[in-house]
Structure formats: C-alpha cells, structure tokens
C-alpha cells in the first residue's frame, strides 16, 4: 500500500509540512526531511521551484526564486533524493508546476520518482480533466497518488468528480488567494469547511493554505483529516535555519 494511504488510515489527525527544495541553502533538502521526520511530522511535500508559480504568495515565490539561483533544478533534486528511504520512512510527495515535469518527460519523471520513493505529486496547474484523459495511466504504473485541490469556488460536481478520481486524499485549500499565513480563518472559510465535510466524501481532506500556528491548525483538523503549513514555515527557515526544525513543530502542539 502507498505510504499515503497507510498514514491516512491512522486515527490521528495528520500534519503535512511544505518547504522548497534549495532553499534556504541547495544542499539543505535531505536535512530538512530528516529533521522534519524526528520532529514527528507525518507526510512532506517538496516543492520543486518554478519561475512562474502562480499559485504561491511572496513567501514561497520568493523561496522558489532563491532556491533557482542556489542551482535547484529536477535533476540536482532527484539526485539529493537518490537515498533518501535510507533514513526517511514518512510519505513524500513533490509539489511543482507542469512545465518542469513535461521539460523533464512526464513518464521519466514518474519513473525517478518511484525509483527513489516519492509517494505521490501535487501539480496545481495540472487540470484533472486533463490528468484523467492524457496522464493517469502512467501515475497509476508508477504507483503515484496525484492529490487533487479544491477551493471555496469548486462545484459540488467538480468535487464529486475529484473524488471519484482520487487515491488518496484531497486537498482543500482554505480560500481562493494565494499561499500565505492569514492569522486565523474567517466566517465564510468556517462555513465552506463545514459544507465539505457534510459532503461525506470518500477521501479525506487535508486544508492548506493559511495554517501557521498551533490555533489555526487546530481549527483546520476540527473540520477534515489535519493540516499543510508552507509559508509560515519557509519564513522560519528563512529566519533561524534547518536546526530549529524541532522548535517549529513544537510550538505546533
């Protein structure tokens, strides 16, 4: 079974973390994952950097723009990922843009992920339609989970149909703005997890975007399977390094 599905069938609450491969230093990856493990985070999504990421706020456009100057390509990554199930047993997934993953070969692409044992890939300009049509066979035989997002602005029908077409969980993004820390979700964002979670869903949700602190986590697990923190945890390594890994995750309890 993938490392996904068997960390979704716990019965604890999840917490995902998100950093950019390359940042803060190119050679900091492996530390990271392995700080992040100890540290008893249970699943890491790697973000592959790209010039054009529409989708992120100024904290992580601006990790992804450090992190291209450091030298962090597809190949620099999947090479510093080479031996990573050495010592890192929690779920992997690699969150990036197409265009890299097309420049690179998509079937290619999949086959390095599986062999140095990513779990799964979140490509947020990768419609799923699309997926369904052109690219699910080649996820499917290389036993990749392809996490789709919804947003306050998805249909129901949208939604079902992501459901139908999902592996292994769903992720639910808090609002309709970009990545970034907000302080704490509002009325209208209470309103859509709920309408979410009345939807009984086949896979679980995991919300992102906007989490960065023990309260706004906390919220978010109250309404789906846990929670995915990015910027406000870029911005920490950004501010006091890989070290103090454990101090960030810490002050999540």
Request: contains cysteine.
């Amino acid at each position: 079974m993938n490392r996904i599905n068997q960390k979704i069938q716990a019965e604890k609450k999840l917490l995902s973390i998100y950093f950019t491969a390359g940042f803060p230093h190119l050679n900091d990856t492996v530390d990271i994952l392995e700080e992040l493990e100890k540290s008893g985070v249970d699943m890491v999504e790697i973000g592959l950097p790209f010039s054009d990421p529409l989708a992120d706020g100024p904290t992580i456009q601006e990790s992804s723009t450090r992190a291209l100057q450091n030298g962090m390509t597809t190949e620099v990554l999947f090479n510093q990922l080479k031996d990573i199930r050495k010592t890192v047993s929690i779920p992997l997934l690699i969150m990036g843009y197409f265009n890299p993953i097309m420049q690179y070969g998509v079937e290619q692409f999949c086959a390095k992920c599986q062999e140095i044992g990513i779990d799964g890939l979140i490509i947020p300009d990768l419609p799923i339609e699309e997926y369904v049509e052109h690219y699910q066979a080649i996820f499917e035989k290389y036993s990749l989970i392809k996490v789709f997002l919804i947003t306050p602005q998805t249909s129901e029908h949208r939604i079902r149909f992501i459901d139908e077409n999902s592996k292994g969980f769903i992720y639910m993004v808090s609002s309709a703005s970009v990545t970034g820390v907000k302080g704490s979700f509002g009325e209208e964002q209470l309103h859509y997890f709920q309408r979410i979670q009345n939807m009984n869903l086949k896979h679980p949700a995991l919300i992102g975007f906007g989490i960065g602190d023990s309260q706004t986590l906390k919220l978010a697990s109250t309404y789906s399977k846990g929670g995915i923190i990015g910027s406000a945890f870029v911005k920490f390594l950004k501010e006091k390094g890989v070290s103090n890994i454990g101090e960030f995750i810490r002050n999540l309890n």
